[in-house]
């Protein structure tokens, strides 16, 4: 049994816990927060008996065997460290961290203290992402990737309204590409590989982050196109597209329904219902622990080293800077 630690108390901490619940080798025993009060209030509403409210002290306890880390971004490569430093395995929101530097030391650290260090990006674990991989065959050769994200923000009326929310704010290392971008990048890259060439251009905000960007990676025989917005929506679904077919996919961030179109006219179905999101990662990172390996096949290490290269260049050229990378 693998005793998880937390540090959120918000949605997504919800969510984990109530995935964790639906299974059998693991559980949350403790969590953080900045306040008692706060820590006292979330542990009774989910039946978590330890609190902390210094991470220090959490890192150094015996209670957990790992840590949940949905804290905002700025701050993951410092609490990963912390813990990993004593021995305590990683499962870290995506991003992993601000930048490339942080993502390659986090990693070193993982390695040299023999735990397991995992980015949370959850659609490359899902199966009906696995069955995309497979169908690629079938349409081959691909020509062309087009991935969208695009979902109008609540924060952004605070944002319009002259508030400064931490969806919107450089010094949480926020932004689009940061938080829906990643959903498409992950993918991106794992099904292509690393690109020849990266172009990025995007809407910076007057905060210093970005609403919306667009990126396009270039391979030898394809192109990606990357489309991501914190500031408008669309249902515009993403395509995988070969000169034999075309695979449609829903939503790239849950995969929930992917439809293979051949060029004959046919058209079927291939995903399969799934079950909670966030249920496949957590059970490869239990695996991984379990197994005494330092990382998994879906999201190694070099992968995520990767992903973060690549945003942070798509950063670059779209002019975001983050206190985070000085």
């Known amino acids: 049994m693998i005793r998880f630690g937390i540090i959120g108390t918000n949605f997504i901490t919800d969510w984990f816990i109530d995935t964790i619940n639906q299974l059998d080798d693991a559980e949350v025993t403790a969590l953080y927060s900045r306040t008692e009060s706060r820590a006292k209030e979330y542990a009774e509403s989910h039946s978590i008996i330890h609190t902390f409210t210094s991470l220090e002290e959490m890192a150094q306890s015996d209670v957990i065997d790992a840590i949940y880390i949905a804290s905002p971004n700025s701050l993951h490569a410092e609490q990963s460290i912390l813990f990993m430093q004593h021995g305590k395995h990683v499962l870290c929101e ?16 993982a390695k040299e203290n023999q735990v397991v260090l995992l980015e949370a990006l959850r659609n490359l674990f899902m199966p009906n992402f696995e069955r995309i991989q497979q169908a690629m065959e079938r349409i081959a050769p691909v020509r062309r990737g087009v991935f969208n994200k695009s979902q109008y923000s609540s924060r952004y009326d605070l944002y319009k309204q002259g508030e400064n929310p931490n969806t919107f704010n450089p010094a949480f290392s926020n932004g689009s590409l940061m938080d829906l971008g990643v959903y498409l990048l992950g993918p991106a890259l794992k099904l292509f590989g690393q690109p020849n060439d990266i172009q990025a251009s995007g809407v910076k905000l007057e905060s210093g982050v970005d609403g919306s960007g667009t990126v396009i990676l270039s391979y030898d025989d394809l192109d990606v196109i990357i489309m991501h917005s914190k500031i408008h929506a669309t ?5 995988i597209i070969g000169e034999k077919g075309r695979i449609v996919i829903d939503d790239i961030a849950t995969c929930d329904e992917v439809r293979l179109e051949l060029r004959d006219g046919t058209s079927e179905i291939i995903s399969e219902v799934q079950n909670a999101p ?8 239990v695996r991984a622990i379990e197994a005494r390996v330092s990382e998994t096949i879906v999201h190694s290490a070099n992968d995520m ?10 950063r670059k ?4 800077h983050y206190p985070a990378d000085t």
């Open 94 to 109: 995506k991003p992993l961290a601000s930048n490339v530097r942080e993502v390659t030391r986090m990693v070193e650290v």
């Open 235 to 239: 249902s515009t679904p993403s395509e």
């Open 278 to 285: 966030m249920s496949y990662e957590i059970e490869a990172f």
């Open 305 to 314: 080293i990767r992903l973060a290269d690549v945003m942070t260049t798509v």
């Open 317 to 320: 050229q779209v002019g975001v």
